[in-house]
């Protein structure tokens, strides 16, 4: 568990629960709990007697349940004291076999690019209060650490020129996490990209025969899957941005401000999510299309060879007519007897293969495919 004292231009860590029970809230900025779903499920007790006395409520059950719940999609809740978002990160995982893992998104031991299978997408708690922001994360949660390496960095630079560096409060300290999680996915773009585009290029080329049809499968299935949560992360969004619409009226103009600083981050982290959605479905319809142009251009060259086959059987048709009637059995044919009878034959062939083959070719019955 990391505890942090955030102010306007100055951040903090090494507050403990008891600390907090002892001395209070502090007079000015706010306080962030981060802690892992383990530590969560540990201390409730502690917890739920700070957020009391801190917060005037503690958490309800439903959303303690909410919180632990590793197989949760991404949403969004309130009360009259607090707000819940459960959103599910989208980066790349830190371990592959750490602690909690087990909810990462389903793949294939084998098959699909190995970028697909490094996608993390267990959920994040936020509990949202006005002066305290709780946050649940799994075990691993390689976000939390990289924000609060931020923030503490941010702490110890000039922070003349630093602008708005730290949250003016917890909702907007709870986007700006979100956000982290978002543009963690939206780097993964280029590899993924990558890796696809060279499937692509092997099931279009027509020297090759793809045969990796189990891997292809999996990565549509992930793609797919990663749709259905980008789908789940926007509804959230949009639902909290619906709900900041019916906060009461800002008090003050700094408030007021504030209120619109917030807005404005909650629709850029709408933003973000949306072209992590057209990515992920311009993969998705990528993948489709590149395996429907391949059986497409397989057809595409099962009809050449068939056409190809065909011309050159009714090449031959005629000259198998010439040599079955000079097969037969008879004891009177013309030019069986005659001493040049063998070549005009021949000739005849010959004659009559160069004619077909030759409108078979301005047909364009016989021609070389360009690949």
């Given amino acids: ?71 949760l999609p991404s949403h969004y809740d309130y009360t009259s004291q607090y707000d819940v978002v459960v959103f599910r990160r989208l980066a ?19 098959g699909g690019p190995p970028i697909l299978r490094r996608i993390d997408t267990n959920p994040v708690g936020f509990a949202v209060f006005d002066r305290v922001l709780l946050t649940v994360h799994p075990g691993d949660c390689s ?90 992360q926007r509804s959230c969004i949009q639902d909290w941005i619906e709900a900041i619409k019916t906060w009461p009226q800002a008090d003050s103009p700094v408030e007021a401000r504030e209120r619109e600083l917030l807005q404005v981050r909650s629709r850029d982290v709408l933003e973000h999510i949306e072209r992590v959605v057209h990515h992920v479905r311009r993969l998705e319809q990528s993948a489709e299309t590149a395996v429907q142009m391949h059986f497409s251009a397989q057809s595409h060259r099962t009809n050449d060879i068939m056409r190809t086959l065909t011309a050159l059987t009714a090449l031959f048709l005629p000259l198998n007519l010439i040599a079955a009637i000079f097969g037969m059995n008879f004891d009177s044919i013309p030019l069986l007897h005659v001493h040049s009878g063998f070549w005009w034959a021949i000739g005849a062939m010959l004659a009559i293969a160069s004619t077909l083959g030759l409108v078979f070719w301005r047909k364009r019955y016989i021609s070389r495919t360009a690949h």
């Fill in 92 to 110: 790349a995982a830190a371990s592959a076999a750490a602690p909690g893992a087990s909810t990462r998104l389903t793949m294939a031991a084998k």
């Fill in 1 to 71: 568990m990391r505890i942090f004292q955030i102010q306007s231009t100055a951040a903090s860590e090494g507050l403990t629960l008891e600390g907090l029970q002892q001395k209070g809230l502090p007079t000015d900025g706010f306080v962030w709990i981060s802690c892992s779903r383990a530590a969560f499920e540990g201390q409730l007790g502690s917890i739920q007697a700070l957020l009391l006395q801190l917060c005037g409520q503690p958490l309800l059950d439903f959303h303690v349940s909410d919180l632990l719940n590793q197989q």
């Fill in 143 to 232: 976000v939390r650490e990289a924000y609060a390496a931020k923030l503490m960095q941010a702490h110890y630079s000039d922070l003349r020129s630093t602008g708005n560096r730290f949250a003016a409060s917890p909702a907007d300290l709870m986007l700006r996490i979100v956000n982290l999680m978002v543009d963690g996915y939206l780097a993964l773009r280029r590899e993924l990209t990558h890796q696809l585009d060279h499937w692509q290029l092997e099931l279009l080329n027509p020297k090759s025969r793809f045969a990796n049809w189990a891997a292809l499968l999996d990565a549509r299935l992930a793609l797919h899957q990663l749709d259905e949560i980008c789908e789940d």
